[in-house]
């Protein structure tokens, strides 16, 4: 294969080994590796492994993710969480619960807590302030928040409040498609939101689904120039697999060499993102992390959401770990990391900024 790096046509190995990591990207080399198959499709992903090596090193970074609430306003047509699916049992973990949780993360060695939830508005600007600090009194932890769009007065006060990180998957910057699946969200607003979170100083993960109906590599490559631009710091992207209780229920989904090439993609145009290994990939193939770990990957986020309620945090089908503990969790991705002759990191992994 050759690829264009707007001056000459490289061929694959060269444009991985010479030409392209950590550049501008663009459309014309951008397309042709999301594409890339058989030998060239190894070659990315080698060469996205070996430039991990190089600028993040050989630790991966755990983050504790406490799903802490299923309600959700929404009604995003991929999500089994979305407001009008009644066959779900709704959950909101209490404040005290949110904190024992957090605890034993912390005793178990977890540096950083994700606290993920739909849209709940019950978890308001004060309430979650409140929980945000007595997270921040009681722990070391170093915390990031999942909890979808609000406005810049509720983001402000987050971080005032002490929160560390903010993720927001943008799922797709067509403007068809992010309409098509969004019937109560608006991209442009949803855009927004990211530049208000990146103004606050928050470090800004963001990220897509692959796989969603009509989405072509020229679209992912959109949506990779897009976040580029915006300066994400991490990129956590995943396979869409459609859920039964949802209007894209028929639908294909994505593939897990769709997620891996993405994944290497991205380890490419961001040298030293946190770019995580994640469950949908763990989902769609029992060896999906390792191989995302293996393909540019550097951050695992095991599940620390009490057992009882894992189930009913259903954003697609199948998810593992639903009958594991916090504890077991732990041990299984140490065990598997270790095995890939990693380590796991023993620092915050705080976001590596100004490092182009
Ligand atoms: N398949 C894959 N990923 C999904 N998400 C939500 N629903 C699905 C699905 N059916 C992802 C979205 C969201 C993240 C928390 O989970 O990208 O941002
Ligand atoms: Fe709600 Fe997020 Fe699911 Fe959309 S993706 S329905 S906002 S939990
Ligand atoms: Fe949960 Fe392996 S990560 S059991």
């Known amino acids: 294969m050759q690829i264009s790096n707007g001056k000459t046509f490289l061929s694959f190995s060269e444009a991985l080994s010479a030409g392209i990591a950590g550049t501008v990207p663009a459309f014309n080399w951008l397309v042709p590796l999301l594409d890339a198959n058989g030998a060239d499709e190894k070659a990315l992903l080698t060469g996205a492994d070996r430039l991990r090596a190089k ?9 504790g993710l406490i799903e802490f609430s299923n309600f959700c306003r929404k009604n995003c047509h991929y999500c089994g969480l979305r407001a009008v699916n009644q066959k779900i049992k709704r959950y909101r973990l209490s404040e005290t619960e949110i904190l024992d949780t957090a605890l034993k993360a912390e005793k178990l060695g977890y ?9 709940d508005l019950h978890f308001s600007s004060d309430v979650m302030c409140g929980i945000i600090k007595e997270l921040k009194n009681k722990t070391k932890l170093a915390v ?13 006060a987050w971080k005032k409040a002490g929160a560390d990180r903010y993720l927001l998957r943008i799922e797709t910057t067509d403007p068809v498609i992010f309409k098509a699946i969004h019937p109560d969200s608006d991209l442009e607003y949803r855009k927004n939101c990211l530049y208000i979170l990146k103004k ?9 689904m692959v796989g969603l109906p009509g989405q072509t590599s020229l679209n992912l490559a959109g949506d990779i120039i897009w976040m580029y631009k915006l300066g994400v710091e991490m990129v956590g992207i995943g396979p869409f697999l459609p859920h039964k209780e949802t209007p894209l229920r028929e639908e294909k989904g994505g ?19 946190h770019i995580p290994a994640t469950t949908a990939m763990g989902t769609i193939d029992p060896l999906g992390r390792e191989k995302a770990l293996e393909a540019g990957a550097n951050v695992i986020m095991p599940n620390i959401t009490p057992t009882g309620v894992r189930p009913l945090y259903e954003i697609y089908p199948n998810k593992i770990c639903l009958d594991e503990t916090a504890d077991k969790c732990f041990g299984c991705v140490t065990a598997r990391i270790i095995g890939l002759g990693r380590t796991v990191g023993t620092d915050y992994g705080h976001v590596k900024r100004n490092t182009k």
Do not use: C, W
């Open 200 to 208: 606050l100083g928050y470090q800004l993960g963001s990220g897509v």
């Open 111 to 119: 540096k950083t807590i994700v606290l993920q939830s739909g849209e």
């Open 55 to 63: 600028t993040m090193g050989n630790s991966v970074h755990l983050r």
């Open 144 to 156: 990031t928040l999942s909890l979808g769009e609000r406005d810049e007065t509720t983001y402000a």
């Open 255 to 273: 593939t897990l060499n769709q997620a891996l090439r993405l994944v290497s993609v991205l380890r490419l145009v961001f040298p030293y993102a």
